[in-house]
């Protein structure tokens, strides 16, 4: 039996109803499947005519997604990989800024969940957290500050090589 070929708006509303997309990600998927005369552009302005596609509605979303596991910095390079306009990220931004100590507490005792006893220990701590993309700030209130001023000193020094 032949596989029914979708046309780009039928396969556009096929994603967007799995999950929200940005202009551009979905833009990406759809030229995929482009053939000779079909508009991309004109099918993305459609739907955000439509209602369908929301820039503001994705940046929701994926902050929604992503809060539980990452930074405020991770979160921000997501949404400016996407090609979201600086309002929306700036709005974002200040949402998160406000929990980002409690979701880095939640993170750091998800995966550790006892202070570290030794120096090497910490450092394996903070950088996990780092690598999520969380602020010095919000490392040093989830690790708690006894113990983290000697930290401090040493991720100066290695961010200074």
């Known amino acids: 039996m032949a596989k029914v070929q979708l046309s780009l708006k039928g396969r556009a509303l096929r994603y ?3 999950r929200e997309h940005s202009r551009l ?3 990406r998927k759809l030229a995929r499947y ?3 005369g079909d508009d991309v552009e004109a099918v993305l302005d459609f ?3 439509a209602k369908f596609l929301s820039q503001s509605r994705f940046s929701e979303a994926l902050v929604h997604r992503r809060a539980a596991r990452f930074g405020n910095s991770r979160i921000v390079m997501e949404l400016q990989s996407h090609g979201l306009e600086g ?3 700036q709005d974002a931004k200040s949402g998160l800024v406000e929990t980002e100590s409690a979701r880095a507490l939640a993170v750091w005792q998800r995966k550790f969940n006892r202070l570290a006893e030794s120096n090497e220990e910490r ?3 903070h950088r996990f957290l780092q690598q999520r ?3 010095h700030q919000a490392i040093k209130s989830a690790l708690g500050a006894k113990g983290i001023s000697d930290l ?3 991720v100066e020094l290695s961010d200074d090589a």
């Open 123 to 125: 450092q394996k701590q």
């Open 34 to 36: 482009a053939q000779e």
């Open 152 to 154: 401090d000193d040493e």
């Open 133 to 135: 993309g969380f602020s």
């Open 25 to 27: 990600e979905l833009g």
């Open 87 to 89: 309002s929306l990220i």
């Open 47 to 49: 739907l955000e005519a």
């Open 16 to 18: 967007l109803s799995m």
